[in-house]
């Protein structure tokens, strides 16, 4: 958007008198209360005097709107209280120059180059070569203490920029200066910024340029831009709210305006950052909820894998990590049970399908329950038959001890059973084989379908005794029923030839549990 000249020239009419008022106002907040009377008195006539010279100046130059400025008419209206507002400078200067005040006498000598900058502005030909001194700024707060915040003042004129900071710098703030428009936007790619108050009128990249660039920049649109300009064409105000300034204030400015516009600014973007931050946290909460999710998935599909072959409360154990990995191959002293029932294969033949089924799960309800009930891990079943051990994939004490109750319970369990399908024609009893020994065992299979699996002479023994032993009868090995004597109440069948097994193997016929203190049989 360009500006037109007459729009220029009373932007620079302008100028001069903000330099001179905004300095006087600094002058007179900086006087301690009581402090210097003679010179607090001429800082405020020469606020007001400077004051009414803008109002006039208003005046003169709201009457040619959208037309050059007329100079002469400027010239006779503003030469008396101009002349009033230079010579009160030029006697303020005097006054803290001899005292040795150098701090007070550079800031009269900028009011006294504005005031003489305006003088040839309006074409009176008495403006004096004035030249000041610019020291290097604080970048931060004078008094030491943690920055409010940080705010980029941008301006290609040094007197504004260096009064503006130093208002802003008194009041707590962190404040870098840019003297053009591709300057601040060097400064804004490199440094983290809470503000910026940005001039309109700029020679190498103006501040409509410098708005839209940071509000097209993704990493740069969020911070606030407060437009500061001595130009007041309505359409330049409206430009840059649409460009997405927060606000436009005019030059000069009132400072309690400008500080409360500031205050809204930065608490604007102390939410959108809390926002921003809160978002962030959230999506790695995400991302962290999903990765649990997953791993989760993970468990409780490997869990209901395990859940074949274990108790829930030992799958559960084995997934998080309290017991080793089951499938990892290993050899273990292992008690052995192999149950089926006897008459099954007939009554399979017999009956119809769907009876077969409802046996069947009444067998494996009642079964499955004792064999968690005592902590046995369930190998495999094959219609009527079951394998199931004792001491693996988690070692537990008394692992014969626990097959032998479990055995006699399920053969209880199973007379109960009988009784019923008995009414119904059909003969069942349960058969039972324990032995014990060393197995390896670990993940049997191929890819795609493994099974856990014991292999080893106490496997065959206990299945070669299942089949040895007749409806509800329980054969357990010699190494079993020396191990269990105490408790035992069995007699010995002695040894058998057995299907598989080079010699007798020695074998006791289980009637039950003994009572407590009798003796062995």
């Given at each position: 958007?360009?500006?037109?000249?007459?729009?220029?020239?009373?932007?620079?009419?302008?100028?001069?008198?903000?330099?001179?008022?905004?300095?006087?106002?600094?002058?007179?907040?900086?006087?301690?209360?009581?402090?210097?009377p003679e010179i607090a008195a001429g800082l405020s006539a020469l606020r007001?005097?400077?004051?009414?010279?803008?109002?006039?100046?208003?005046?003169?130059?709201?009457?040619?709107?959208?037309?050059?400025?007329?100079?002469?008419?400027?010239?006779?209206?503003?030469?008396?209280?101009?002349?009033?507002?230079?010579?009160?400078?030029?006697?303020?200067?005097?006054?803290?120059?001899?005292?040795?005040?150098?701090?007070?006498?550079?800031?009269?000598?900028?009011?006294?180059?504005?005031?003489?900058?305006?003088?040839?502005?309006?074409?009176?030909?008495?403006?004096?070569?004035?030249?000041?001194?610019?020291?290097?700024?604080?970048?931060?707060?004078?008094?030491?203490?943690?920055?409010?915040?940080?705010?980029?003042?941008?301006?290609?004129?040094?007197?504004?920029?260096?009064?503006?900071?130093?208002?802003?710098?008194?009041?707590?703030?962190?404040?870098?200066?840019?003297?053009?428009?591709?300057a601040a936007l060097d400064l804004l790619s490199r440094s983290a910024v809470?503000?910026?108050?940005?001039?309109?009128?700029?020679?190498?990249?103006?501040?409509?340029?410098?708005?839209?660039?940071?509000?097209?920049?993704?990493?740069?649109?969020?911070?606030?831009?407060?437009?500061?300009?001595?130009?007041?064409e309505l359409d330049s105000v409206v430009r840059c709210i649409q460009l997405?300034?927060?606000?436009?204030?005019?030059?000069?400015?009132?400072?309690?305006?400008?500080?409360?516009?500031?205050?809204?600014?930065?608490?604007?973007?102390?939410?959108?950052?809390?926002?921003?931050?809160?978002?962030?946290?959230?999506?790695?909460?995400?991302?962290?909820?999903?990765?649990?999710?997953?791993?989760?998935?993970?468990?409780?599909?490997?869990?209901?894998?395990?859940?074949?072959?274990?108790?829930?409360?030992?799958?559960?154990?084995?997934?998080?990590?309290?017991?080793?990995?089951?499938?990892?191959?290993?050899?273990?002293?292992?008690?052995?049970?192999?149950?089926?029932?006897?008459?099954?294969?007939?009554?399979?033949?017999?009956?119809?399908?769907?009876?077969?089924?409802?046996?069947?799960?009444?067998?494996?309800?009642?079964?499955?329950?004792?064999?968690?009930?005592?902590?046995?891990?369930?190998?495999?079943?094959?219609?009527?038959?079951?394998?199931?051990?004792?001491?693996?994939?988690?070692?537990?004490?008394?692992?014969?001890?626990?097959?032998?109750?479990?055995?006699?319970?399920?053969?209880?369990?199973?007379?109960?059973?009988?009784?019923?399908?008995?009414?119904?024609?059909?003969?069942?009893?349960?058969?039972?084989?324990?032995?014990?020994?060393?197995?390896?065992?670990?993940?049997?299979?191929?890819?795609?379908?493994?099974?856990?699996?014991?292999?080893?002479?106490?496997?065959?023994?206990?299945?070669?005794?299942?089949?040895?032993?007749?409806?509800?009868?329980?054969?357990?090995?010699?190494?079993?029923?020396?191990?269990?004597?105490?408790?035992?109440?069995?007699?010995?069948?002695?040894?058998?030839?057995?299907?598989?097994?080079?010699?007798?193997?020695?074998?006791?016929?289980?009637?039950?549990?003994?009572?407590?203190?009798?003796?062995?049989?």
């Open positions: 958007m360009s500006v037109d000249p007459a729009a220029q020239l009373r932007h620079e009419l302008r100028t001069p008198l903000n330099h001179i008022i905004g300095y006087t106002e600094m002058l007179l907040e900086e006087l301690p209360t009581g402090d210097k007001t005097d400077a004051r009414e010279l803008l109002a006039l100046l208003n005046e003169v130059l709201a009457r040619g709107r959208g037309e050059a400025p007329d100079l002469g008419a400027a010239r006779d209206t503003l030469r008396p209280l101009l002349a009033r507002v230079r010579s009160a400078a030029d006697a303020l200067h005097g006054q803290t120059a001899d005292a040795g005040d150098e701090a007070r006498a550079a800031d009269l000598e900028r009011i006294r180059a504005a005031a003489a900058r305006l003088d040839e502005l309006l074409g009176s030909g008495a403006a004096a070569a004035v030249t000041t001194t610019r020291e290097p700024a604080p970048a931060g707060r004078e008094d030491g203490a943690a920055p409010r915040g940080v705010i980029l003042v941008v301006d290609d004129n040094e007197d504004n920029r260096e009064m503006l900071a130093r208002r802003l710098r008194r009041q707590g703030y962190q404040v870098p200066t840019a003297a053009g428009g591709r809470d503000l910026v108050l940005l001039d309109v009128m700029m020679p190498d990249l103006d501040g409509y340029a410098v708005l839209q660039r940071l509000k097209s920049d993704p990493a740069l649109r969020d911070i606030p831009v407060l437009m500061i300009s001595a130009l007041d997405g300034a927060e606000d436009y204030l005019g030059k000069p400015f009132e400072p309690v305006l400008l500080q409360a516009r500031i205050g809204a600014c930065l608490e604007k973007k102390r939410l959108h950052d809390q926002e921003a931050r809160h978002r962030r946290e959230l999506a790695e909460l995400n991302r962290t909820l999903e990765q649990r999710v997953a791993e989760q998935v993970a468990q409780i599909d490997r869990l209901a894998k395990l859940k074949r072959f274990f108790s829930p409360p030992l799958a559960e154990a084995i997934v998080s990590g309290g017991a080793d990995d089951p499938l990892k191959t290993h050899r273990r002293e292992v008690t052995v049970v192999f149950a089926d029932l006897r008459g099954f294969t007939a009554f399979a033949e017999t009956a119809e399908p769907e009876e077969v089924m409802g046996v069947l799960r009444e067998y494996h309800a009642e079964m499955g329950r004792l064999i968690m009930a005592h902590e046995g891990t369930l190998e495999r079943f094959t219609g009527d038959g079951m394998m199931i051990f004792f001491n693996d994939p988690v070692e537990v004490p008394n692992p014969a001890e626990r097959a032998l109750r479990m055995a006699v319970e399920m053969r209880d369990v199973v007379g109960t059973l009988a009784a019923g399908w008995r009414k119904r024609g059909w003969e069942l009893a349960l058969g039972v084989g324990i032995a014990q020994g060393y197995a390896t065992i670990g993940a049997i299979g191929f890819e795609g379908r493994v099974d856990y699996g014991a292999i080893g002479t106490v496997t065959n023994l206990a299945a070669r005794l299942c089949s040895e032993a007749a409806g509800s009868q329980i054969l357990v090995s010699a190494r079993v029923a020396a191990g269990l004597e105490a408790m035992l109440d069995a007699e010995s069948l002695g040894p058998l030839t057995l299907k598989g097994l080079a010699r007798p193997v020695p074998i006791w016929s289980v009637r039950g549990l003994a009572a407590p203190g009798a003796s062995p049989a």
